[in-house]
């Protein structure tokens, strides 16, 4: 498998427009969008960052994954995302080494990409993100 760069680093927080004043009006980076993943029950702020994003994730529903994660550990890096090449012989490779996957196939993820999620059992706690975009 190739790992070719951290695409994003998920950040749970409570609200996109409280928690993005920093990176905006500190750090002076610019939200470049915010989409809703439905599925996810997620709105996702954008924040480029050459190579990289930072994506600020605020639940839409009370029951959603970043409201479980945020009532739980509360708010903070969620997870890490490794941008692949190719995700499906990433996979398959994974899975081939033993490795526990909470996604077997890609899904759908913010800004069009394909992404699947690593257990953090295997990572030492971190959830690791894989995904693949263009
Ligand atoms: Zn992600």
Redesign the pocket.
């Known amino acids: 498998m190739k790992i070719k760069h951290i695409?994003?680093i998920?950040i749970a927080v409570k609200s996109i427009e409280q928690a993005g004043k920093f990176y905006t009006d500190v750090l002076g980076l610019n939200i470049q969008e915010i989409e809703t993943v439905a599925e996810q029950k997620v709105n996702v702020a954008f924040i480029p960052i050459t190579d990289s994003e930072v994506?600020l994730l605020e639940s839409v529903e009370p029951d959603g994954p970043v409201a479980k994660y945020i009532k739980s550990r509360g708010e903070g890096v969620q997870?890490i995302?490794f941008r692949v090449d190719d995700i499906n012989q990433c996979l398959e490779e994974l899975k081939a080494k033993g490795v526990r996957l909470i996604d077997q196939a890609p899904r759908d993820?913010?800004g069009g990409a394909k992404?699947a999620f690593i257990h953090p059992k295997e990572t030492n706690g971190v959830l690791v993100?894989i995904?693949e975009r263009d």
Request: glycine share 18%; aromatic share 0%.
């Open positions: 695409d994003h998920g994506e997870h995302a993820g913010a992404i993100e995904c």
